[in-house]
């Protein structure tokens, strides 16, 4: 069996919990597994490996293929099965589970539980697979940005913490090596935050990223002004978003609620209705068609109305950088889409600049479901607003 010093890295790991954050092509999850299969073969106890991706597909491409391949490569007998993806190896059984398919297959308990892409489980999950695990838990994960991970075990010290990059792994393919240093400083097409991320294993900052915010899990007791705002959609994803603001204190409290496309009127009033989170709200939504709303005021919602537009993008986003924000620990696709939501660039005699209104096609369904309960909830700035929407 082939190791690599990332192998070497991530067997010298003790702790019970082991946060492996790496760039792109540094062996973390072949180094895993590797891992696991050496003791496999040594071990005579019984033990339950579960390992889990974000979706089906993920695990068909990446672990399961990697685990298949060590096995094959280093002649190493073993038994299969699908649906779900199932292999033992002596007294070991694997099991790959999605988050996307599996949800009652999860409920079980393990010896050891690995994480594959971290960064794509929610932390509800995560934490209810880490509390059936009884020996081991590892997690992998490129880091576009901080989540669970950081907060719960890196910065408190609850674990073994490494850094792995494509440099502690010998075995990289020559493809993937040329693709990654394509994007380097000093490279065709550099990409600071490619570079960072997937070159460097670092915490990506994206370029002319528009909001900074803060994470939160339980909402701090005060005095809050509530709306619900909702963006429209059936192609792409409807969104539903809780607005808690705090206008004495200049912050901004938000939850996803909803977030799926091809999604019916019916299933938007429902998550509505049904949701801990609804309080009789303002419920803002888009400029979409009339029905959409009177549907929404037959369920039980007499409150829905559409948004006031007067402010624009431009200024709905300035009365939201009027605030400190703070978002939700679970609200994956959210993060996503503030994570990577930027200015416009402009180029001017051979000088790019960004200028103050985003960057067109970008994916923003929560962002303007934001834009819409924070255009009725947060009155202090309204004025400012509408000074920019009308010189625009």
Not at 82 to 103: G, H, M, Q
Not at 107 to 128: C, K, M, S
Not at 328 to 339: G, R, T, V
Request: aromatic share 12%; proline share 3%; charged share 25%.
């Amino acid at each position: 069996m082939q190791f690599t010093l990332a192998t070497a890295k991530i067997m010298a790991m003790t702790h019970e919990n082991k946060i492996v954050q790496g760039s792109q092509g540094a062996g973390k999850t072949y180094s895993i597994l590797s891992l696991w299969i050496l003791k496999a073969l040594f071990s005579d106890e019984r033990q339950d490996c579960t390992i889990v991706s974000g979706t089906i597909s993920q695990l068909r491409t990446g672990a399961v293929k990697d685990f298949e391949k060590i096995c094959k490569t280093n002649n190493i007998d073993y038994t299969s099965r699908k649906n779900p993806f199932s292999f033992r190896i002596r007294y070991w059984r694997f099991e790959f589970l999605s988050v996307d398919a599996e949800t009652k297959a999860l409920g079980g308990r393990r010896d050891r539980l690995f994480l594959n892409e971290a960064i794509r489980v929610e932390e509800r999950t995560a934490t209810h697979l880490i509390s059936r695990t009884s020996r081991e838990f590892f997690a992998d994960f490129n880091p576009a940005n901080e989540f669970w991970c950081h907060s719960n075990y890196v910065y408190t010290g609850n674990c073994d913490f490494v850094i792995l990059t494509f440099k502690d792994n010998h075995l990289i393919p020559e493809k993937e090596l040329k693709e990654i240093m394509l994007r380097a400083p000093g490279g065709p097409i550099h990409d600071p935050f490619f570079w960072a991320v997937y070159g460097c294993g670092k915490i990506g900052v994206v370029e002319g990223r528009i909001f900074n915010y803060k994470k939160y899990t339980d909402l701090p007791d005060g005095k809050y002004d509530e709306a619900i705002g909702v963006d429209y959609g059936y192609e792409d994803p409807f969104a539903v978003v809780k607005v808690y603001c705090d206008n004495e204190n200049r912050r901004l409290y938000f939850k996803e609620m909803f977030y799926l496309s091809g999604a019916m009127i019916d299933d938007v009033g429902e998550c509505i209705i049904t949701s801990d989170l609804y309080n009789n709200d303002h419920v803002l939504c888009d400029h979409t068609p009339g029905q959409f709303i009177d549907a929404l005021v037959k369920m039980g919602i007499p409150s829905a109305m559409q948004c006031d537009k007067s402010d624009g993008i431009a200024g709905g986003i300035m009365i939201m950088k009027q605030y400190q924000l703070y978002v939700h620990s679970e609200s994956i696709n959210m993060i996503a889409e503030l994570d990577n939501y930027v200015y416009r660039k402009r180029r001017f005699r051979g000088v790019e600049t960004f200028i103050d209104y985003p960057e067109e096609g970008q994916h923003d369904h929560l962002i303007d479901a934001m834009r819409y309960a924070c255009g009725f909830v947060c009155r202090k700035f309204q004025k400012i607003s509408k000074q920019i929407a009308n010189h625009r």
